[in-house]
T-cell receptor, first 110, second 116 residues
Framework: RKEVEQDPGPFNVPEGATVAFNCTYS??????FFWYRQDCRKEPKLLMS???SGNEDGRFTAQLNRASQYISLLIRDSKLSDSATYLC???????????FGTGTLLAVQP | GAVVSQHPSWVICKSGTSVKIECRSL??????MFWYRQFPKQSLMLMAT?????????EQGVEKDKFLINHASLTLSTLTVTSAHPEDSSFYIC????????????FGPGTRLLVL
């Protein structure tokens, strides 16, 4: 079983749509959680950290459920520029290592 | 924000040659640097963790004699792919932690390696 699992997509949505991505992780000792965005042939860039209380940054909302070991990302009012691969990332256990999911590809259509 | 650079951004080489990739933290001191590899349509996989002045810690399945890592200063780490083969063709990305904010990793732009 992969340490971090995501639906690879692709998610094809029209502009203005709301889209949700889910992610599960296997290590219950994981301490930090993130969503990264990766554009084609580029490095990943931090989109937002994820906290148990849930957090919002503009059109983006992230949620963490530690009991279910489940992380989500909600994007409202999708823009063309949101098209990218969204990576669920977990910092594992007592180490400082980042464990990446395979990513979910989002394509926002005009 | 903190900036990490990589050089070269892409390289094409013949099978059997060695390729060196540099990772630099431009405006901060990086006590720890990480090297990742990403194959097409796959996730980033951590290859090794490098601490300044000490030997790198390699992940399971990564050959330390093939992927030589040197972290001689607080702003520079190098990855050398020795005797590269076509299966080593990949996207190599480094990241760095700043000593004052170890929770945050700053990623370099990546190096695309193609071995013919």
């Amino acid at each position: 079983r992969k340490e971090v699992e995501q639906d690879p997509g692709p998610f094809n949505v029209p502009e203005g749509a709301t889209v949700a991505f889910n992610c599960t992780y296997s290590n219950s000792a994981s301490q930090s959680f993130f969503w990264y965005r990766q554009d084609c042939r580029k490095e990943p860039k931090l989109l937002m950290s994820v906290y148990s209380s849930g957090n919002e940054d503009g059109r983006f909302t992230a949620q963490l459920n530690r009991a279910s070991q489940y992380i989500s990302l909600l994007i409202r009012d999708s823009k063309l520029s949101d098209s990218a691969t969204y990576l669920c990332v977990v910092r594992g256990g007592a180490t400082n290592k980042l464990i990446f999911g395979t990513g979910t590809l989002l394509a926002v259509q005009p | 924000g903190a900036v990490v650079s990589q050089h070269p951004s892409w390289v094409i080489c013949k099978s059997g040659t060695s390729v060196k990739i540099e990772c630099r933290s431009l405006d901060f001191q990086a006590t720890t640097m990480f090297w990742y590899r990403q194959f097409p349509k796959q996730s980033l996989m951590l290859m090794a963790t490098s601490n300044e002045g000490s030997k790198a810690t390699y992940e399971q399945g990564v050959e330390k004699d093939k992927f030589l890592i040197n972290h001689a200063s607080l702003t520079l780490s190098t990855l050398t792919v020795t005797s590269a083969h076509p299966e080593d063709s990949s996207f190599y990305i480094c990241s760095a932690n700043e000593a004052l904010s170890p929770e945050t990793q700053y990623f370099g732009p990546g190096t695309r390696l193609l071995v013919l």
